[in-house]
């Protein structure tokens, strides 16, 4: 299971115990002392790593260390779940079992060698693996096993190194397994050698060795000695008449330490271990663009804002109403899940803003001006349009959420040039048109989330029908001015901001001249603390 390292760094809660990086960011640090999946954050595309894989069981040689590998800058896709194994150390004149992050394995280690029987011809060998176990010998001592080879396949760098030979000169010491760093040494006499060394890791903020070789068994008489397991987990050999090997540290992928020559038990390799070290460049992420969002690991809750695509504004003045703003703090989430973010695309001239969505959280596209003449009315949206030639604002709010996603448009005037009303904002309605002054798109509203006060979902400003003295405004946030020349478009919302578009002023009716501006695009702000 992933386990998060404990860097005491208040600003980096939500990367579960991440560390801040001076100049913006935070790395995040995942332990896995057992099989998982991981899934890549949004932002990130490359990580640091360190696999190890698990130690091989001792025989009366050491058993070897479980392959050691570590990187940095290995590629990774944003989204995609990894699978992450951790490799189990092997039992007795076992190997250990191989694991693996993305394009990385690393082998399990060699188990160690046995006695020889006088009927056996090989069991007395190291097994070959991450690192290679120590030998045996048989038990007059005059026949000494093979060792095991590390780096078995090949990894560049090496993985780790070939176990020790045992002896076969006095009282058969048997041969200690390979480290990470070192070859496992040779029995001496009556001593089993010790294992190869293991090599440190800073990946989890402080230097921790691993992947040590189990140290080789003794001879079987009383007095001698074990070799000592390698630093970075392996287990001692066992020392004395009948004595057992000691089983190496669980999640270091230590190699188990051999039993003495007698009939004793063998020491356990020890389990792998996987750490992964990333970072997150920031703890906001922009969409601007449909996407998928993935929590870190130990964010539980987000802050987000969720704007929609303005509605596109009308002919003969109608003001696009913005599009709908929800914003809020504390939304529950899942670390690891992927969740997709919808962004809206703004209303064509005369169309209705798309919706923006975020797991629960959807805002409704703005409404629209229209091309009809027969249609008077502002449509309804996150914010309402303007009417025209007299009639009414269009409602906002058309999702009914609480607080308010957006407010109605303003109506229209029958007087001389029929001013447009302007479209709806976040923050405001939009103010009704009356003779030659247009009405004014609503303002929308600030959001500090993204780090600085941004304004967004300002309704269109309204057009008319002919030269107007006034008005069209654009509301604050994005929305696009109303037209007051005749036969002069609209200007559209400002992209990723849901502004509405401004009114049209189709004063001649050919339609080749004086239709609403398009709807600005929405946006997807998340925040985690």
Not at 28 to 55: D, H, K, N, R
Not at 208 to 222: C, E, L
């Amino acid at each position: 299971m992933p386990i998060l390292s404990s860097l005491a760094v208040a600003c980096a809660r939500a990367y579960g115990f991440g560390n801040f990086i001076a100049g913006g960011g935070f790395t995040v640090i995942q332990t896995f002392t057992a099989s998982g999946t991981w899934t890549c954050p949004t932002g990130v595309t490359e990580v640091e790593y360190l696999v190890v894989a698990g130690g091989g069981g001792g025989g009366v040689g050491g058993g070897g260390a479980g392959g050691f590998r570590t990187g940095t800058g290995l590629s990774v896709t944003a989204g995609t779940t990894y699978t992450v194994t951790v490799g189990a150390g092997g039992g007795g004149n076992a190997k250990g079992d191989d694991s693996v992050f993305s394009s990385i394995t690393s082998t399990g280690g060699g188990f160690g060698g046995d006695l020889l029987g006088p009927n056996a011809t090989t069991n007395a060998d190291g097994g070959n693996g991450g690192s290679g176990g120590g030998s045996g010998t048989n038990s007059p001592g005059t026949v000494v096993g093979t060792i095991g080879l590390g780096n078995t396949p090949s990894t560049a760098p090496s993985q780790g190194n070939d176990g020790g030979l045992g002896s076969n000169v006095g009282g058969f010491g048997k041969g200690g397994g390979g480290g990470a760093s070192a070859v496992g040494n040779a029995g001496v006499t009556t001593t089993g050698g010790n294992g190869g060394a293991g090599t440190a890791s800073s990946i989890s903020g402080s230097s921790t060795p691993y992947a040590g070789g189990g140290g080789g068994g003794s001879s079987n008489s009383v007095g001698a000695v074990g070799g000592t397991g390698g630093v970075g987990g392996g287990g001692n050999g066992g020392s004395g008449s009948t004595a057992p090997g000691f089983p190496a540290t669980a999640n270091t992928g230590g190699g188990g330490g051999g039993r003495s020559a007698g009939p004793g038990v063998q020491g356990s390799g020890g389990s792998g271990i996987v750490i992964l070290k990333y970072t997150l460049t920031s703890n906001i992420q922009t969409f601007t663009a449909t996407g998928t969002f993935v929590p870190p690991v130990g964010v539980t809750s987000v802050d987000y804002l969720v704007v929609a695509g303005g509605g596109g504004g009308g002919r003969f003045g109608m003001g696009g109403g913005a599009g709908g703003f929800r914003t809020g703090t504390g939304l529950a989430v899942t670390s690891g899940t992927s969740y997709t973010v919808t962004v809206g695309a703004g209303g064509a001239s005369a169309a209705k803003g798309v919706n923006s969505s975020f797991s629960t959280i959807s805002a409704t596209g703005g409404g629209n001006g229209n091309n009809l003449g027969s249609a008077q009315n502002g449509l309804a949206g996150g914010s309402g349009s303007g009417g025209r030639f007299g009639g009414s604002g269009g409602a906002g709010n058309e999702g009914g959420y609480s607080p308010a996603e957006g407010n109605n448009g303003g109506g229209s005037d029958t007087a001389a040039n029929y001013g447009g009303g302007g479209g709806g904002g976040a923050g405001a309605a939009g103010t009704a048109g009356a003779g030659s002054v247009a009405g004014d798109g609503g303002n929308g509203t600030a959001s500090t989330i993204s780090g600085s006060s941004v304004t967004y979902a300002g309704g269109g400003g309204g057009g008319g029908f002919g030269t107007m003295t006034g008005g069209g405004v654009a509301g604050t946030g994005g929305g696009g001015a109303g037209s007051l020349v005749a036969d002069v478009d609209g200007s559209p919302g400002t992209a990723n901001t849901g502004g509405g578009g401004g009114g049209g002023n189709d004063f001649n009716q050919s339609g080749s001249g004086g239709v609403g501006g398009a709807g600005g695009s929405g946006i997807v702000i998340i925040k985690w603390t």
